[in-house]
């Protein structure tokens, strides 16, 4: 993933220094590559864990398979809640404290 992003990033600065049409273009190429690396870095991800999962499931492993659920599912809560610094976030924590 790295090396897609500083592609991006030289495309950025030479499209910042010479703001040209064939830059421009070569900047739209390397943010466009850098989304399907992305897409595909976490659907490969995805699918490792779903494998891992079923691979708990078909032999046994509760605990295995318990553990990767629980991965899966702490993902996605993590992106989803709000920053401490927000002031949404801040009522959350200082509500969650208060009834902890």
Do not use: F
């Amino acid at each position: 993933m790295t090396p897609v992003i500083e592609a991006k990033q030289s495309a950025l600065a030479e499209y910042k220094r010479s703001a040209t049409e064939r830059n421009l273009q070569i900047l739209r190429a390397a943010r466009n590559k850098v989304q399907r690396t992305a897409r595909r870095c976490a659907n490969e991800y995805w699918m490792e864990l779903s494998k891992s999962i079923q691979m708990a499931a078909a032999t046994g492993d509760i605990r295995g398979m318990y553990d990767d659920i629980k991965k899966a599912l702490a993902d996605q809560c993590r992106a989803s809640r709000p920053p401490s610094n927000h002031p949404l976030g801040m009522s959350l924590l200082t509500e969650a404290a208060a009834n902890g």
